[in-house]
Nanobody
Framework: QVQLVESGGGLVQAGESLRLSCTASGTIFRVNAMGWYRQAAGNKRELVAT???????NSADSVKGRFTVSRDNAKNTVYLQMNSLKVEDTAVYYCWADLSVTHWSSYRPYWGQGTQVAVSS
């Protein structure tokens, strides 16, 4: 079985920084893309940033220039460095990974439990 466990969330003031981490553990054949989504109260879950196994990144326009996604393939860990946080960044942040636990044809997305990020003015 696979678990994606996030850490690093918390309550901060606007302008401050947080770094989220997510590690995929368990029996894993291969991890493809990893990334972060978020869901604010009353909103749908939206993409924040993703990173491919080769390091190609994609991020939402709302976080470009402020958030940086990175990964450590050896540790099956993805990070989200969040700088210059804004009140509108307040959300539950979910880690996801496209991975296979058996072989090359069995990839599917896995989700973490979410970690709260609250930004106060």
């Amino acid at each position: 079985q696979v678990q994606l466990v996030e850490s690093g969330g918390g309550l901060v003031q606007a302008g401050e920084s947080l770094r989220l981490s997510c590690t995929a553990s368990g029996t894993i054949f291969r991890v493809n893309a990893m990334g972060w989504y978020r869901q604010a109260a009353g909103n749908k879950r939206e993409l924040v940033a993703t990173i491919s196994s080769g390091g190609r990144t994609n991020s939402a326009d709302s976080v470009k220039g402020r958030f940086t996604v990175s990964r450590d393939n050896a540790k099956n860990t993805v990070y989200l460095q969040m700088n210059s946080l804004k009140v509108e960044d307040t959300a539950v942040y979910y880690c996801w990974a496209d991975l296979s636990v058996t072989h090359w044809s069995s990839y599917r997305p896995y989700w973490g439990q979410g970690t709260q990020v609250a930004v106060s003015s």
